[in-house]
């Protein structure tokens, strides 16, 4: 196996001009680093990582917990987290929560104990635990998707990135009221999550800019889960002045929503029109296709990945929080003939603004 000693030998340069070259810990001009690098290609050498963690305490290595396998959603945020890992020579440990508090806590654990440089989290609805582990252990961390609010006078130093929730979820509102719908019914997620808090505030507003008075009858907790999705949309339509629209709060609840309207014979958009939050990679391929907002998902995580590598390298800088804009994506689960389908961007601030 090829050495760092061969390559500067082949490259006819110092063992410490490699160092550099592989580190990027010092400036090397670009005629000497092609050289370095075309030695590294002849003779097929592979950096020793665990000794170079040794030195540096560095395992250039990024923790991931998020629930992936139970999300769709989280699959696409993966991949951009991945993306942007080996972008920047990092590997990826990955953990799913569950979106169970103490599972979170436990993961969590296990990958601080594999030395990780730093993580990259979807927190539960009560991450106190989560919270606790990354404080005492003063783990550089970034939340995504969804936000945490710390205590008045907490030195919070945790990143934060997320999309736009309030003004999209609105936007679909207001969607649905300009088509003449007057009960408009909310399918909201996880009591606790912060995307449910402000998307439930978006409901609201939405009804408000349009003049609609809101109905808590018209409200159902679906927990973010498919199943119980199904289970309130069928409560929902089966009440004796039932909702002629609805909007799902994210992807598992719009496919419960889905069973539900299929399980009572009622027809989409004729009987009741739907709207819902988060896209699908297959949302086109619905009969009828679904109107939904998009969220980024790759570019969340991209950049979730950008603010840990920053926090890696200024560990005193303020904790950030940037918001990524959503997109409206138009098609004919609304109502709306299918040659109106377009796409949007809703009102909100500039991509990756920070708040």
Known sequence: MATMVDVAQHAGVSVATVSHVLNNTRAVRPRTRQLVLDAIEALGYTPNTLARSLVTSRTRSIGLAVSAVSNPYFTEILQGVEAGALEHGYSLLIADPHDDPEHERKVVQLLHERRVDGMI??????PEGLL?????HDVPTVFLDRLVTAPEGDPFRFDQVCTENTEPMAQLVRHLAGLGHRRIG???????????DERTTG????????????DEW?????DSDAEVSRRVTRELLTRSSPPTALVTGNNAMTIGALRALGELGVSVPDDVALCCFDDFAWADLFHPR???????????????????LERLATPEQ???????????????SCGCPENRERTTRPESPEKGSLS
């Open 218 to 222: 018209l409200v159902a907790r679906g």
């Open 121 to 126: 989290v979807a927190p539960s609805a009560r």
């Open 186 to 196: 909310l399918v909201a997620g996880l009591s606790g999550l912060s995307t449910t």
């Open 203 to 214: 409901y609201r507003l939405g009804l408000r800019t349009a003049g609609l008075p809101y």
């Open 132 to 136: 606790d582990h990354l404080r005492r």
């Open 290 to 308: 679904l109107t939904a907002i998009a969220q980024p998902s790759k570019e969340i995580g991209g950049q979730a990945v950008r603010l840990l």
């Open 318 to 332: 303020d904790a950030r929080t940037v918001r990524l804009p959503s997109t409206f994506v138009h098609r004919s």
